[in-house]
């Protein structure tokens, strides 16, 4: 979780920090457990020689996604441009890493939920399902919808889950009449509710902000299959092939 930018050298990385504690702040860099340092210091054993797939899912993984300073703040932990951050710019935590993103992404199902007295009932493991209308591995989509069971297959109406199979507004293309939130920005409400206004929804419907999502999931599939491919094979997961002069219920 501390991997930063400067760690990184073509083939080579350093260890010379960790980042604590495991499951919260303030995160703190710290050394690394037990004096494990590998860098080019005579003291120590050198930098870590990288396997070759490594080094090229670190140059990806850099590629893609350039290494940032995370949110801790001018107080914050100390680090300088971090490889793995969340969403938000934020840390990990160890905790829940393993199920989100790590497992996600391995697995291509979100882990089940184990109940918990009181407060919920648990639910069982679902396909991760992604809209990848612009291009692969796209964005997931929560709550995704449950895993298909039987032979037939519709789409999921229950309340709390949304159509992912219909047309969505985006409502943040345009300003929000309500509440004055700018294009791009989520509604704001005095009670801290992050809903977006209804006059928001119409105004962006109106002026035709509507997309269908390309919806589909990571569960794993044959690396040169097409989208539609995935599609056609995997109906309860990957949304139907909708007729375009199919009514809208
Ligand atoms: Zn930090
Ligand atoms: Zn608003």
């Known amino acids: 979780m501390g991997l930063q930018h400067h760690h990184v050298a073509a083939t080579r990385l350093t260890i010379d920090v960790q980042l604590g504690p495991p499951d919260g702040r303030p995160f703190e860099l710290e050394p690394p457990k037990e004096g494990s340092y590998r860098n080019d210091h005579p003291h120590y054993f050198g930098a870590v020689d990288l396997p070759p797939f490594l080094a090229a899912l670190l140059t990806r993984q850099m590629a893609d ?12 932990c100390g680090g300088g441009r971090f ?38 009932s648990g639910a069982p493991a679902r396909p991760v399902m992604v809209d990848m209308a612009e291009g692969w591995p796209g964005v997931p ?5 449950p895993a298909a069971s039987g032979t037939t297959w519709a789409p999921p109406v ?49 002026a035709g902000h509507i997309r269908e999502l390309g919806l589909t999931s990571w569960l794993p599939i044959n690396p040169r299959m097409t989208p539609p491919q995935v599609t056609a094979l995997a109906p309860g997961v990957a949304g139907r092939d909708r007729h375009p002069h199919d009514p809208h219920p």
């Open 65 to 76: 996604r350039h290494p940032a300073s995370c949110d801790c703040g001018d107080d914050g």
């Open 83 to 120: 490889l793995f951050l969340n969403k938000r710019g934020g840390h990990h935590l160890h905790g829940t890493y393993a199920t989100h993103p790590w497992e996600k992404a391995v697995t291509g199902w979100v882990p089940a939920r184990r109940p918990r007295r009181g407060r919920s």
């Open 158 to 206: 229950v309340r709390g889950l949304p159509r992912y199979d219909q047309p969505v507004v985006d409502a943040r293309a345009v300003d929000c009449p309500r509440c004055r939130a700018a294009a791009g920005k989520a509604c704001t409400s005095p009670s801290g509710d992050k809903h977006t206004h209804q006059p928001r929804i119409a105004a962006a419907r109106a």
């Open 141 to 145: 989509v929560t709550p995704t919808w």
